[in-house]
Structure formats: structure tokens, C-alpha cells
């Protein structure tokens, strides 16, 4: 009988034990499991730092809701001229540049520079000190003060020229200066003085000389000429571009930045008055002159196939023209960043 009750007490502690060890085996289960958790958090993907460049005018106007709220950096450029050599050796990111001028350097870099979006539509016009200028043939034998040669303005000012039957070389003079600046203070100081200007700059032209008028809206002059073409174009001033290989390293970097534009555009054209002081904080232009430009600034953020449409449309205008003003040759498909 003893033996009997010694064996039943032998097995109960075996059995206690196995138990005990059961226990003990759940919780080294669980140990990897913490252990995975801290290893992915520290493997997680460090933050992009995402360098933007925009010159100083509607281009950057868009972007100061972004300014004062996201964690990119920023940099204004005055002229176009600061953008380029930042952009094609790395050490910008994104940059808001002249349509026309995404074109060539995407050519020159054989693919190297993709188009996020269309940021601005036309935003140039004629404007002068006097009483002259009621239409386009009005231009023939004027002297034009206008800045941006090379880039969209002149070929937008020569398309629009040629096409009422003005010949850019012979027709007219058209002094081309370094800043939008230069022309305004030409425009200021000469009577009967024409000049091509985009906004802001017009508001600033007649807040230092009441007299200066807007002549012509040369989006509008644009559009009468597209009546009659099968294909039609728009007149666009700026995009937003990417370095290609920044585009494929930070896909998801690349699409919260469109996102957060949309939302940094809607803002400005929303909220013009508040809009307006940002742009003078980040020394665009000031409060006053930004809040009456707003309205005429045709500030916009259109991307995937309707940027495409209307782009490709517009450079192949600019390409009847002159091949050298889109590079040579219309970008092919993949120039269009499109989700």
C-alpha cells in the first residue's frame, strides 16, 4: 500500500513539474516576439530630407502654406538661372521652373527630369505707361521691356507676335532684362514704356506708378489663336518637377508631396488675405501687393493625365516655333509622372 501511494506521489510531481515546465516554455514564446518589435522599429526608414526650390514670383506663391507647415526645405531664387545647376547636380530635389525649361533639361538629360505637375497657368500680360496699346498689331514698333529670354515668356510673347503677324526680330525691339524688377523700374521711368510682366510684379508696376495700365492679357491673346486648332493648348507658365532617380527612391515621399501642394494651393486661392502675409513672411513679395495679385496669379496644382494633355499640347506649339524651346524634341510619355 505504501508503495502504491509513494508511486502516485512520484507521478504528481512529475506532473507538477511538467506543468511548471509548460509555463516556463510560453514565456520564452513570447521573448522573440518583443525582440522582432524592436528590431523593426529600429530598421524603420529614416526621414527624406526633400530640398525645393521655387523662384521668386506665382511659383513660389503656391507653396507658402507648405512653407510655414511641412519640414521641407525651402530656397527662393531669383532667377531661373540658380535653379538649373541645383537641380541637375542633386543638390535640389523638386523645383517650381518655367514649363518650357523642364522640357530641355529633361531632353539634355536624356530622361533624367520628370513633371509632377502644372503649377501655374498664364499669368503674363502687357502692360504700359500710357494709352497705346488696345491690341496685339497695337505692339508693332514698340520697344518691350521684358525678363525670362530662353524660357516661356519670350517664347510665349513670340508665338503670340508671330502668329497676328509681327515679326519678334524686326517688327519690334524687345530689351530683355535679368529680373521682372528691371522691367517694372523701366516701365516706371519712361512715358508711352511698354513691358511684358507676369503677376505679381503688374500689381507692383501700378503700386508705384498709378498710371501703369494692363493692356493685354496674353492668356487670352493665347487662346483666340487656339480657336480654330484641332488640337488645342493652354497657355502654362510653370511646373513642378523631381530629379527622376529621387522619384523612384522616395515614391511615397514623392506622392505625399503632391498631396500636400493640392492642399497648399487650395489654401492660397482660398484664403487669399492670410495667403497674402505668408508670402510677404517668406520675402516674395509684400502682403499688399500679393493679396490684389492673387486673384490674376492662375495658381494651380493639376497633375496625372490632365497635366499631360495639356502640356504636351502646349510644347508642341512652343516646338513649331523654335524646336530649341522644349529641347528639340516633345518629351515622350515618361516625362509625366502619373499614378
Sequence with gaps: MKKKIMA???TAAMMVTAFAGCGKTEKKAEEPKETREEVAEQTEKAPVDVNIMALKGPTAMGLVEMMENSDYNFSIAASVDEVS???LQGETDIAAIPANLASVL???TEGEIQVLAINTLGVLYIVENGETIQSVADLKGKTIYASGKGATPEYA?????SSNGINPETDVTIEWKSEHSECVAALANGENSVAMLPQPFVTT?????PQIRTALDLTKEWDVLQTDEEKKSSMITGVVVARKEFVEE???ETQEFLEEYHTSVDYVNENVKDAAQLIEKYDIVPAAVAEKALPA????CIDGEKMEEKLSGYLEVLKAQNPQAVGGEVPNHDFYYIQ
Design 8 to 10: 502516485m506521489l512520484l
Design 250 to 252: 522616395n515614391p511615397e
Design 106 to 108: 529633361y531632353n539634355k
Design 297 to 300: 496669379c492662375n495658381i494651380v
Design 205 to 209: 508696376a501700378q503700386a508705384k506708378n
Design 85 to 87: 545647376p541645383k537641380l
Design 157 to 161: 510673347l513670340n508665338y503670340i507676335l
